[in-house]
């Protein structure tokens, strides 16, 4: 029978930050994690698949989370105001000190691995579709769901680290709406001085 063990994935995810912190991730073993949380290799495999998995797990719940906000929204709004107000309320969901240290955390151990940078790539296109697909459901053509859901991504990313970076200054919904302004007025601004030199 197997021994449960009382907050064994928190303790491993926690181990687990601490040791690629100190060491780097890439010289970092499973069984250093394990054994930093006081667990077995087993205890580790029954939540994780590998020691990548410590520091994406979860993200898998994110497409799922936008896509279903995405169909929530009031059906009159154009299809990038449909995608801003899915990723609002997304980031109101997500709003947390505790999340927003541990993305600081990750951020900073992915910053020194190629590995897991391709990985976090990997996961923001697997995010990226459902979220075209999703604009794809409500009546938009192919090309702008896929122009709108690649933007909708720049936009989040941007506002996250924002976010990540001083999360009691503003919330991730504000950080959110925020980075869409910038980029309304950076692509008005462009347009304007194209048009004054034709």
């Keep these: ?17 601490e040791l ?5 991730y890439d010289n970092v073993t499973v069984a250093q994690i394990a054994e930093r949380a006081g667990l077995t290799r087993r205890t580790f495999s029954r939540y994780f698949a590998d020691k990548r998995d410590v520091l994406f797990s979860g993200s898998e719940r994110l497409p799922h ?22 990723l609002a309320d ?26 897991l940078q391709e990985r976090g790539q ?10 075209a697909a999703a604009l794809r459901e409500r ?20 506002a996250f680290d924002r976010w990540t ?11 959110i709406r925020e980075a869409a302004g910038r980029l309304k007025d950076a692509a008005g601004g462009a347009m304007n001085s194209t048009g004054r030199q034709a």
Aim: aromatic share 4%.
């Design 1 to 17: 029978m197997t021994r449960w063990e009382p907050d064994g994935e928190e303790r491993l995810r926690a181990a687990a930050i």
């Design 20 to 24: 690629f912190l100190e060491k780097g």
């Design 65 to 86: 989370a936008l896509a279903e906000a995405l169909r929530h929204v009031d059906p009159s709004l154009d299809p990038f105001e449909t995608m801003l107000h899915a």
């Design 90 to 115: 997304v980031g109101a969901a997500l709003d947390d000190q505790q999340i927003a240290d541990q993305i600081a955390q990750r951020r900073q151990i992915m910053a020194a691995s190629p590995e």
């Design 122 to 131: 990997a996961k923001l296109a697997t995010v990226s579709d459902s979220l």
């Design 139 to 158: 009546g938009a053509d192919p090309s702008t769901a896929k122009l709108f859901a690649d933007v909708g991504i720049a936009i989040f990313r941007t």
């Design 165 to 175: 970076d001083a999360p009691h200054e503003a919330d991730l919904a504000s950080r």
